[in-house]
């Protein structure tokens, strides 16, 4: 079956930039996705990537898609306390019902 | 900004009873979702549903049984709560092309 791979933890000093690295197995992987969840809340979706892109930016988020490798990277630019946060990679199959694999997320700490 | 919401968001409950997670969406979305979240964990698709009176299955073996009667409403019932059922559990829709899947906030649920 499909599988979605972070790394646990990362910690990054306010105003650096962090990247947030995943894997994953599907090679029908249709579209990508970021979610951020804060202590006690739901998932906010962040941004997303279909399988035929390499690159997306939005504001201080850049997405890059290595389909090759199967290697997805968020990266947030200029880093706030704010961002603290889990952040979860998720996979969709190409199937109708656009079922998610999540990654097990990476928590994100920001150092002042 | 998302409009799916959940009630309740915390609840604590005897073990046998019976519990119903509420979840609504206002903007008409056929396909919902609901995923279990053990704390620091990742995600698990529990059930889904394409339409009024679909429903199926996920990823995750669940004793819980769903509903789909309206559109706008997707509740999740547990018959005879267990300690074993102490989880967040988080709603989702998307968009009719499936591109987007919002999350509501979550309904954490312990079992005491």
């Known amino acids: 079956g499909e599988d979605v791979e972070q790394s646990l933890f990362l910690s990054v000093r306010e105003g650096d930039s962090s990247v947030i690295n995943c894997t994953y197995t599907d090679s029908s992987s249709t579209y990508l996705y970021w979610y951020k969840q804060e202590p006690g809340a739901g998932l906010q979706l962040l941004t997303y990537?279909?399988?035929?892109?390499d690159m997306k930016q939005d504001q201080r988020l850049t997405v890059l898609l290595n389909k090759k490798d199967k290697h997805l990277s968020l990266r947030i630019a200029d880093t706030q306390t704010g961002d603290s946060a889990i952040y979860f990679c998720a996979e969709s199959d190409s199937g109708s019902a656009r079922q998610l694999t999540f990654g097990s997320g990476t928590q994100l700490t920001v150092l002042p | 900004e998302a409009d799916i919401y959940q009630t309740p968001r915390y609840l604590v409950i005897g073990t046998g009873k019976k519990i119903t997670l509420e979840c609504s969406q206002t903007?008409?979305?056929?396909?919902m979702y609901w995923y279990q979240q053990d704390p620091g964990m990742e995600l698990h698709l529990i059930h889904y549903?394409?339409?009024?009176?679909?429903?199926e299955k996920g990823d995750l073996s669940s004793e819980s049984t769903v509903s789909r009667i309206r559109t706008e409403h997707f509740p999740l019932t547990l018959e005879s709560a267990r300690p074993s059922h102490t989880s967040q559990y988080l709603c989702?829709?998307?968009?009719?092309?499936?591109?987007?899947?919002?999350f509501g906030e979550g309904s954490w649920l312990t079992v005491v």
């Open positions: 903007m008409g979305h056929d396909k």
């Open positions: 989702a829709s998307s968009d009719p092309v499936g591109n987007t899947i919002y």
């Open positions: 990537i279909f399988s035929n892109m």
């Open positions: 549903s394409y339409g009024v009176n679909s429903t």
